[in-house]
């Protein structure tokens, strides 16, 4: 990188970004003086527009999100949840964070007063329902509540990482149900519900499973639920109520718990649910270790000590109450995923479907790794180190299992979803940052398999140093991923020692160059060794993966400099990246709904964008970075429901917004160094797992002060436009006079 230039004067920017947004109605989280973090953060963000978050309890990275679904189908509907909603049809126990495809949904719970009817919502899926408003919903880290208009009854939610509280307040003068409901929102493949009676402190007992078929073809969910009053059952298989047996299995299985009436209470009913992708004993276990009492308030608290802890890792001063809020919200919604994907006692499913015990870890699901290699797992080598090394463990783990590493994990099945090796990036950014905590041998020849595969254009690639569009899709951006991919395995190699490891997979990182077109300077594919044309940088097509030439043709992390002098050298890099901030936003071809968040043809709301505004830096004018990087925080990022630009991709939005906050971001993870953008607070202090601090000082900063006049780090002058990792986790400060 080059050094910093330091400027005072101005420039006019211009968006194609609306600041019309849906104001948030819902009402402010109930302010506990202990929870200084907690209460900044507004789980509503991301809720509407193409967010695709949800609002319900969960803890850091729990195994639980219980949630209430709005939404059973489409694309706006992959959480559950829509900020545009007025239904509601339950709360269930799992949810996915900001995906672009639907699954989970698990094990719906849906409180009622008049005797339950199916009704048909307007998408044509069968589903309980009842209005609610916004005016009486609450959302906060580990807790939800919401009001249910048509049954009057206040639901309250809370969570353990693998068990879920629900309270409910039903009109004394009514009659209270309870719908458990297993054919809820994705293909059943087996479902099964045990009613038993009078165990122990409970009075009603239901267990049972759920495997189902989604994005995670063959997904198992196991489930212990405890009532705290006397009740009795109904059951239907089908639509059809069941005999008196214990034991109803289908396809279709509905419950209805009745409370008893004449032994009911006046105090809220009280459901405990332990959930596992193991057994039924194995969430009866969870369940018990982690709530085995009936105080619904010591959970609730407990789970919010927890996020306080998680977001006490990163502490800023000054901003605007929005910006606080949106920082400490992107904070969490970081800390979402990974999910737990092992028991109490370390059980867990694997690839294969078999049961394995993690001995002294933890096991997670849930790895979008395309979108989190990116920032997300960046983030987690300053805030998570311990996490980290356990997801690589995972890694190994299921590729022990399953016979490769991952590319997108859900609930221990290879999904087949996105491009690319990207589990690869995160092993070997850990351990070149000193994360090793794993069997690192194992793991490169587990990378190494990865890249000779022959499937999804490998096989081309390996031999021609480039993907032709006619023998597989999306051949520019996976000839591009590959290339960074390899480079990532080369630097593990060469930190472990393996020179002949280095060599070879230095030049495959090279392969970038083979779609590099000169004449037009845009990655192009290739047909029958020719340009594929006609060729339309706008044009979104099959050559490239949810984006176009325009955004793709930045994508080499591995080698910038390489680029650069393949381009004309510094002047043509910024002139070029002039040109992508300045085009007409308007895309052509195929209809692209991740493609948005357009600054030109820039594209903030889908990842390949992600790490272009800091490309200045390796200019002569990283003053443009600076600008940049603001004007995507200002106009891409707002405390409201539509207050992300794009997916939030189980992390990597916000993760992007948490590092350019503190004024740095991982442009190339698996290397040690950080590039400096534009802080956006006066002090951003990163409290390190190692016991040192680390703090970002900002003097004079200001919406209009976001440029860098003079740098210390640690009181020496510093003119660098970089940071490295070793840096900042041996403790102590950089600071910037901005003006």
Not at 59 to 64: L, Q, R
Not at 159 to 175: C, L, S
Not at 388 to 406: M, R, S
Request: glycine share 8%; proline share 4%.
């Amino acid at each position: 990188m080059y050094r910093l230039v330091m400027t005072i004067g101005l420039l006019l920017f211009l968006t194609a970004c609306s600041k019309k947004h849906i104001s948030s109605n819902t009402s402010p989280p109930s302010i506990n003086n202990a929870l200084k973090y907690t209460n900044l953060v507004n789980p509503h963000i991301g809720t509407a527009a193409h967010g695709h978050t949800y609002p319900g309890a969960t803890a850091p990275f729990g195994m639980v999100q219980l949630s209430p679904d709005t939404r059973l189908t489409g694309w706006d509907g992959c959480s559950g949840y829509h900020y545009t909603d007025s239904i509601i049809y339950g709360f269930s126990h799992t949810h996915l964070s900001g995906t672009g495809v639907s699954d989970y949904g698990d094990i719906l719970l849906m409180p009622m007063t008049d005797q339950p009817t199916v009704h048909n919502g307007a998408d044509g899926r069968k589903g309980y329902r009842s209005t609610y408003k916004h005016e009486k919903e609450v959302a906060e880290p580990g807790y939800y509540s919401v009001f249910l208009e048509d049954p009057q009854v206040q639901v309250d939610l809370t969570v353990t990482p693998r068990a879920g509280f629900h309270r409910y307040h039903f009109p004394k003068d009514k009659p209270a149900h309870v719908i458990l409901d297993l054919a809820h929102r994705d293909k059943v493949i087996s479902s099964e519900v045990n009613f038993l009676l009078g165990l122990g402190e409970h009075a009603v007992e239901l267990v049972g499973h759920r495997i189902s078929n989604a994005w995670a073809t063959e997904q198992h969910i196991y489930f212990v639920a405890q009532f705290s009053q006397p009740a009795f059952a109904r059951m239907f298989i089908d639509g059809k109520e069941a005999n008196e047996a214990r034991e109803y299995k289908g396809e279709d299985v509905r419950t209805i718990v009745i409370l008893d009436e004449e032994n009911r209470s006046d105090e809220p009913l009280l459901v405990k649910v332990g959930i596992s992708a193991v057994s039924v004993e194995a969430a009866r276990k969870n369940l018990e270790t982690e709530i085995p009492h009936w105080d619904f308030e010591k959970t609730k608290r407990e789970t919010q000590q927890a996020w306080e802890k998680e977001l006490r890792k990163i502490t800023i001063e000054g901003g605007t109450p929005d910006q606080q809020s949106t920082f400490y919200t992107a904070l969490y919604h970081s800390f979402l995923n990974p999910n737990l994907f092992s028991d109490v006692d370390g059980q867990y499913r694997g690839m294969d479907k078999q049961i394995y015990t993690a001995k002294d870890r933890n096991q997670y699901t849930v790895f979008s790794l395309w979108d989190t290699y990116r920032a997300t797992h960046p983030l987690f080598t300053l805030t998570q180190q311990k996490r980290t090394n356990e997801f690589i463990k995972t890694f190994a783990d299921q590729y022990d299992k399953g016979g490769i590493i991952p590319i997108w994990e859900l609930a221990g099945n290879y999904t087949g979803c996105m491009i690319g090796y990207h589990a690869i990036p995160v092993i070997a950014d850990a351990y070149i940052k000193g994360i090793a905590e794993y069997d690192a041998e194992y793991l490169l020849e587990a990378m190494k398999v990865s890249a000779i595969q022959d499937k999804l254009g490998l096989k081309s690639y390996k031999k021609l140093g480039f993907i032709p569009a006619d023998k597989e899709g999306e051949s520019v951006a996976k000839t591009l991923e590959y290339a960074y991919d390899d480079w990532c395995i080369a630097q593990m190699a060469k930190a472990m020692g393996k020179k002949h490891d280095y060599q070879h997979y230095l030049r495959r990182a090279q392969s970038w160059k083979n779609v590099f077109d000169p004449n037009t300077g845009f990655m192009r594919a290739k047909m029958h060794h020719r340009w594929f044309a006609p060729f339309d940088p706008a044009e979104v097509n099959f050559n490239y993966t949810e984006a176009n030439a325009w955004q793709y043709s930045f994508y080499v992390p591995q080698d910038i400099e390489g680029f650069m002098d393949y381009l004309g050298g510094e002047e043509a890099l910024s002139s070029k990246l002039d040109e992508l901030f300045a085009a007409n936003s308007a895309t052509s071809g195929r209809k692209q709904v991740d493609i948005t968040g357009l600054i030109g043809q820039y594209a903030h709301g889908n990842e390949p964008s992600h790490h272009i505004a800091y490309l200045y830096n390796y200019t002569r004018e990283p003053w443009k970075t600076q600008a940049r990087v603001r004007n995507i925080m200002d106009d891409l990022y707002f405390n409201a429901p539509d207050g992300l630009s794009g997916n939030e991709d189980c992390g990597q939005m916000s993760a992007w917004y948490v590092f350019s906050a503190m004024g740095f971001y991982p442009v190339t993870p698996a290397s040690d160094q950080y590039a400096i953008g534009s802080p956006l607070f006066e002090k951003a202090t990163i409290h390190l797992e190692n016991g040192k601090e680390f703090s970002v000082i900002a003097k004079g900063v200001s919406k209009a002060n976001k440029y860098i006049q003079k740098a210390w780090l640690n009181g020496e002058e510093w003119d660098n436009s970089y940071m490295t990792h070793q840096t900042i986790m041996a403790g102590g400060n950089i600071t910037f006079e901005m003006g």
